[in-house]
């Protein structure tokens, strides 16, 4: 036994041994709307919940956000609403409006001219609508909604009439679509069928991220988020091929994932309201923003069932101290790598300061070296689970050559440029 007493020492240290961090590479500018966009509808009382909207400095706001933009006409009275709430969260909310598309009923207001008189109502209003989203989720009318006859000419031809009665009314607007339901699978499939019918006239080319229905282990869980990069490479693939994109691959079409959220399944808490769902959401939006997305639309801002940073009741979910974490993360965003393959880093460059988040993908602490050259460390704050049961404020790490960073936390490290 003695003989093998060294070894299991030697492995046990290295294994103990603090990660280190090398930065590398050129940076990617982190897009305005890159990162703590939120979906809201009606169902979502912004006004009961003031404080936690603010305190994430939504960047935009995508209205009415999922399946009830198809269920619902989109009235005067409804952006009414919409611009009440942009106007609670205290900062420069951008808008993304959703029109609606599928109809559920014969008098239902999907027709281009409908759209235009949302238009008119915007303007009416002085809502400055950023995008209009053409419909949601189109992808799925044909099995969910039980329609086969919407395929991706059908929507294509759609999107131009609604975009053609919109501009009527509004020469500058700018377009989103087709909002499908997965960054895989059948859902890629319509993407690539309507890029390559209407190219010519998408100026957000969109798609949402759902990968789990909350039954995966938590490891295989986060396991999932570095898979939203791979998509944003597809889609830009699919963009730049003449073959596949024949009336648009010289253009300049932006990328937006207008919802996302670990789990899909509303009714199920699960991967949703819990700490394994935060921090997957986190790292999805950090990815997103590294990868030169420039929109993107956490579902949801509050109380969509399991959905939302906090519940009806006002409650906080980890998903709020997440956002309130990621806030931070603007500028530049810089190629990070570390040693340990559980510590996840993501590094942005803003004037002096430097941003660091790392999610701690363990269940148990890690050790994390501080060292960055031509900075020095001036703070940070993480939070668990607990933190958030507790409804306390972050905990304050104190600063030294390494940091000890809690099992399933998000850490905030920032740095100031040395003279």
Same mark, same amino acid.
């Given at each position: ?63 009415? !956000? ?54 008119? =109502? ?41 975009? !053609? ?33 209407? !190219? ?139 040693? =340990? ?43 668990t689970e607990q933190t958030v049961q507790d409804e306390a404020d972050f905990i304050r790490l ?22």
């Amino acid at each position: 036994m003695r003989r093998f007493l060294l070894p299991l020492l030697l492995s046990a240290t290295a294994s103990a041994a603090p990660a280190t961090l090398t930065v590398a590479g050129p940076g990617t500018p982190i897009a305005p709307l890159a990162v703590n966009g939120f979906n809201t509808s009606w169902q979502m009382p912004l006004a009961e919940a003031v404080d936690a909207v603010r305190s994430v400095a939504p960047t935009s706001l995508r209205f009415p !956000g999922g399946n009830v933009g198809d269920e619902n006409d989109l009235t005067d009275k409804a952006l009414a609403y919409f611009k009440a709430n942009l106007g609670l969260t205290g900062g420069n909310t951008a808008a993304i409006v959703q029109t609606r598309v599928f109809a559920t009923r014969s008098d239902a207001r999907n027709r281009p001219e409908d759209a235009a008189q949302a238009a008119r =109502d915007a303007k009416a209003l002085g809502l400055n609508v950023t995008y209009w989203e053409i419909g949601n989720e189109p992808d799925l009318y044909a099995t969910n909604r039980g329609d086969p006859s919407w395929t991706p000419e059908r929507y294509c031809q759609t999107f131009r009439a609604q975009r !053609g009665a919109i501009l009527g009314v509004d020469p500058g607007a700018k377009f989103a679509g087709p909002a499908v339901s997965k960054g895989t699978g059948p859902a890629m499939t319509f993407l690539e069928g309507f890029v390559k019918a209407c !190219g010519d006239v998408v100026d957000l080319l969109t798609w949402h991220e759902y990968p789990t229905d909350g039954t995966a282990t938590d490891e295989e869980a986060l396991a999932t988020a570095p898979s939203v990069t791979q998509h944003v490479g597809f889609v830009r693939d699919v963009l730049r091929d003449p073959d596949r994109n024949p009336l648009g691959h010289t253009r300049d079409i932006r990328l937006g994932v207008t919802e996302y959220s670990l789990s899909w399944r509303s009714d199920r808490p699960r991967h949703l309201a819990d700490q394994v769902g935060a921090l997957w959401a986190a790292e999805a939006d950090l990815r997103l923003a590294e990868a030169g997305v420039n929109v993107t639309s956490y579902f949801a801002i509050v109380a969509a069932g399991n959905h939302g940073l906090v519940d009806l009741a006002g409650v906080p979910r980890p998903t709020l101290y997440a956002f309130q974490q990621l806030k931070h993360f603007r500028g530049t965003a810089l190629p990070v790598q570390s040693s =340990d393959p559980a510590l996840w880093p993501h590094l942005s460059e803003d004037g002096p300061l430097r941003t660091l988040l790392v999610t701690n993908t363990a269940t148990e602490a890690h050790q994390l070296t501080t060292n960055m050259p031509g900075y020095t460390l001036i703070g940070a704050k993480t939070f668990t689970e607990q933190t958030v049961q507790d409804e306390a404020d972050f905990i304050r790490l104190k600063l030294g050559p390494t940091l000890d960073l809690p099992g399933r936390s998000l850490t905030r490290l920032v740095y100031k440029r040395l003279p």
